[in-house]
């Protein structure tokens, strides 16, 4: 069924755990990570990129809708995320279009600007029922992120994060431990003493972004320091392809896209149960 983010998130804290979230950019994706999740038994989150937006024309209603109505049909909780929002246009459209949360990425601005445009992003947010993450430091390495204030994988001062989630209000809090994006192999080491001392410094829970460039025995360490949500994007992309590409190899004459977008939802259901095993269970 379809629930809130704030929820989920939540239920992991008080469970020590982490919910998994996963980057959705087709109806075959919403379908293979509930699909995925169901079979792990875990709960989930469907999360949808501002790049995955820009993909669909710039459009964000027609996925949301289709990934709410797999995630309504579900038979574990699941609950729709907006990621990775840097245009406030954007923001302002996610409760119309059923997402109960945010993240408004200022990351890469200078603290100060960071600050500003969040506190006001939350405050908005907050007004519209919706439940807000941001970032502090920089995880860097996404795909066509902004020119950066910042050198990539600059890690986030437990003080400083203190105080930006007091100044701000924000619901959960991104941090730079150690992780980058888009990594296609799990060879990223996370600072677990930093993840510890920023979940003692900081009030509300934190988010791990990149995190399929992390190992799994990396990510159960994650978890235990404090990681409350995990965002996996690149993994299911690389599990998608790989299984499309053999589909397109065995079958080279198919003119049906159901042959091969069948395998590609597969190997992505199957990614997202390992990985709802390693991190919410
Ligand atoms: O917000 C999305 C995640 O940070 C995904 O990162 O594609 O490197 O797994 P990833
Ligand atoms: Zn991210």
Known sequence: ???????????????????????????????????????????????????????????????????????????????????HVTDVRLLHEAADAGFSSVMFDAGALPYADNLAATLAAARWAHGAGLWLEAELGYVGGKPGAPASAHAAGVRTDPDEAARFVADTGVDALAVAVGSSHAMTERSASLDHGLIERLRDAVPVPLVLHGSSGVGDDDLRAAVTAGVAKVNIGTALGIAFTRAVRDALQARPDTADPRHYLDRGRAAVAQTVRELCSVVAL
């Open 1 to 83: 069924s379809l629930v809130s983010t704030g929820e989920l998130v939540a239920r992991a804290v008080a469970g020590r755990r982490a919910v998994p979230a996963f980057n959705v950019i087709t109806l075959e994706y919403a379908e293979a990570v509930t699909a995925g999740a169901e079979a792990a038994g875990s709960p989930v989150i469907l999360q949808i990129s501002e790049n995955a937006v820009r993909f669909h024309g710039g459009r964000v209603e027609p996925l949301a809708r289709a990934a709410a109505g797999v995630a309504r049909t579900s038979r574990t909780d699941v609950a729709l995320h907006l990621d």
